[in-house]
């Protein structure tokens, strides 16, 4: 069993900067993010593979936002730069133990909720213009 914590979300101006952090507990093969605007789907925007570091963007958020892990300190971070009011949503960490879960992504060219069983209580990014 996996259990993620959120944390560091809030509000900021457009083009400000935020971090989240994920703190993990259990082994997974690959961890992400996902948001979820109110009224809209639950979006995949990034994810990265724990065991070999590679890593995936969605196109809205490539050059802005970094994924990155800490191994020793079982956690995942999401450095966020340039943000604009359209990042705002719920940011949600997510975790699988599925070893194949990057080249499913890579397949699919687009994270989906299901490659991942593990998530999250979701963390609230404001970005205001």
């Known amino acids: 069993q996996v259990q993620l914590v959120e944390s560091g979300g809030g509000s900021v101006q457009a083009g400000g900067s935020l971090r989240l952090s994920c703190a993990a507990s259990?082994?997974?093969?690959?961890m992400g993010w996902f948001r979820q605007a109110p009224g809209k789907e639950r979006e995949g925007v990034a994810a990265i593979s724990t065991v070999g570091g590679s890593t995936y963007y969605t196109d809205s958020v490539k050059g802005r936002f970094t994924i990155s892990q800490d191994n020793a300190k079982s956690t995942l971070y999401l450095q966020m730069n340039n943000l604009k009011p359209e990042d705002t949503a719920m940011y949600y960490c997510?975790?699988?133990?599925?070893?194949?879960?990057?080249?499913?992504?890579?397949?699919?060219?687009?994270?989906?909720?299901?490659?991942?069983?593990?998530w999250g209580q979701g963390t609230q990014v404001t970005v205001s213009a």
């Open positions: 259990g082994d997974t093969y690959c």
């Open positions: 997510a975790a699988t133990t599925k070893r194949a879960c990057m080249a499913i992504v890579r397949a699919l060219g687009v994270m989906k909720s299901a490659t991942f069983e593990y």
